[in-house]
């Protein structure tokens, strides 16, 4: 039995940790600082529009309540996602200033 190995065009296989987040990467000109910046951006629009659906429920303009309460929870693993990054990202940051050289 032959087992081949998975490939993509460009040779790299792109695994997303979180499926409400669609971050579109350029490979030649991604960096760190771009992806967090689009990771952050998706994150503000799941929350925007978290929002603007619970508006519209209030107001009575939406029928179905489960689209909100599905945007409602996205928003809130996408904000939970982000404050756990950035706890890591402090807590390495604060680790590293601790090290004596």
Known sequence: MEVTGLSSPNGLV???QNPFQKVNLNIEKSSFSNVLQGYLENVNTTVKQAEDLT?????GQIENIHDVTIASQQAKLA???????????????????????
């Open 55 to 59: 508006v519209k429920a209030a107001t």
């Open 14 to 16: 792109k695994i997303s």
């Open 79 to 101: 904000l939970e996602l982000t404050v756990t990054v950035r706890d890591k990202a402090v807590e390495a940051y604060q680790e590293i200033m601790r090290m004596q050289f």
